[in-house]
């Protein structure tokens, strides 16, 4: 049996949603577990609006973040599989199905699946997903066909065998951003299998505003740096490409007052994106939200990570996070 551990802080709707979306999936060989982390506005209403429907456990534990929460609701699960989800996901109705299909065939300690942009997402919703997704944005490093990493497993489609998730500990609580890719590399360091379940995909509805989505994204910049040293080569080329561009973006900016023609590579930029997106998204209006989204997300991670260098490495500072009230990301 799968157990779905789902966190959820201030969010009845969502969960409101994602439990929806579990009545509908073809194989019901799973138990819902909701960790109430300290919500001043609970989803109890929905939880028993749906108790008939499926096995449901339901905690509230005080506010602890999320890390504390995933672990609360691994010590009550049944299951000798364990799915972390975001309570901002909706689930296709083949989800649980393809999951079980992915355990049988490649037997991993561990797996993840990536997320998609369902069609009633607002345009701005789909445009955030095209960044975060596209292989011109993150190297397609969240679970592409096209990637410039290997996969690692993230929070809100992850999942692990009970015992390994025993055996790390679960979820680092003294992290407040970037603790999926800490437990991912931590299931590398052990040794375990890890794989990508590609049809095993979940809608993810994300931030709903681009200023919300640049604090987000300002702080996996920052987890990134805590992460390396925590993790000592776990940084690769295409973590440090936001940095880089924007780096290369101010200087271009600043130069082009004497030099107009540096603007071309912007531009050319702008246009590819506009072009790609157009195409996937089968829209020109996402296509022209995902250039300011695709700026937002590359300089937002790339000033959350050069911040976190500077403050790391040369003044010498402990782990830190910017936008602390982000921390349902």
Sequence with gaps: MLSLIIPVYNRPQEVEDLLRSLTRQTNKDFEVIIIEDGSAITCLDQVN????????????IPNSGPSKARNTGAKLANGDYLIVLDSDVILPEQYIEEVYKGIDTTHSDAFGGPDAASNDFTPIQKAINYSMTGFFTTGGIRGGKKKLDKFYPRSFNL??????????????????????????????????????????????????????????????????????LRHPGSTKLVHLLPSVFTVGLIAILILSIFFPILLIFPAIYMLLLLIDSTIK???????????????????????????????????????????????YK
């Design 49 to 60: 609006k749906y108790q008939h429907d499926m096995t449901i456990q339901y905690k509230v």
């Design 281 to 327: 998204n089968k829209s020109l209006i996402i296509g022209i939200l995902s250039i300011p989204a695709a700026f937002i997300q590359l300089t937002g991670y790339g000033t959350g990570y050069i911040e976190a260098w500077w403050k790391r490495h040369i003044l010498k500072r402990p782990e830190y996070s910017r936008f602390n009230k982000t921390f």
């Design 159 to 228: 999942g692990c065998k009970r015992d390994v998730f025993d055996k790390l500990n679960g979820f680092s609580e003294d992290m407040r951003f970037g603790e999926d890719i800490d437990f991912s590399l931590r299931l590398f360091e052990m040794g375990c299998k890890v794989s990508l379940f590609p049809n095993a995909y979940v809608f993810h509805k994300r931030r709903v505003d681009f200023k919300k989505f640049f604090k987000q994204v300002h702080n996996s910049g920052i987890a990134r740096v805590n992460l390396e």
